[in-house]
Nanobody
Framework: QVQLVESGGGLVQPGGSLRLSCAASGSIFSINAMGWYRQAPGKQRELVAVLTSGRSNYADSVKGRFTISRDNAKNTVYLQMNNLGPEDTAVYYC??????????????WGQGTQVTVSS
């Protein structure tokens, strides 16, 4: 089993910044991909940013403002969010695609962390 623990959400004013962290632990042989999704009230969950094989992909709405990075030694992924706007308000979820020591691949989700952008 794998656990994802997120941190770093909160309330920030428009134009401000936040940094989210997500640490993976448990039966991890390798991590194929780690990323962030978000879900705003009344909307579907959407991809924000993902790191796969060293390559990053971003939603168009966050390009140039958000940066995803990963510390492989710590099995931790970060999301640096700059120039935040009210449209970024959502619950942010960490996701990981993990290969276990038994060579089974599964998807895992964090519990979510609230990001609220408001003056």
């Amino acid at each position: 089993q794998v656990q994802l623990v997120e941190s770093g959400g909160g309330l920030v004013q428009p134009g401000g910044s936040l940094r989210l962290s997500c640490a993976a632990s448990g039966s991890i042989f390798s991590i194929n991909a780690m990323g962030w999704y978000r879900q705003a009230p009344g909307k579907q969950r959407e991809l924000v940013a993902v790191l796969t094989s060293g390559r990053s992909n971003y939603a168009d709405s966050v390009k140039g403002r958000f940066t995803i990075s990963r510390d492989n030694a710590k099995n931790t992924v970060y999301l640096q969010m700059n120039n935040l706007g009210p449209e970024d308000t959502a619950v942010y979820y960490c996701h990981a695609n993990v290969r276990s020591f038994r060579q089974v691949v599964n998807d895992y989700w964090g519990q979510g962390t609230q990001v609220t952008v408001s003056s």
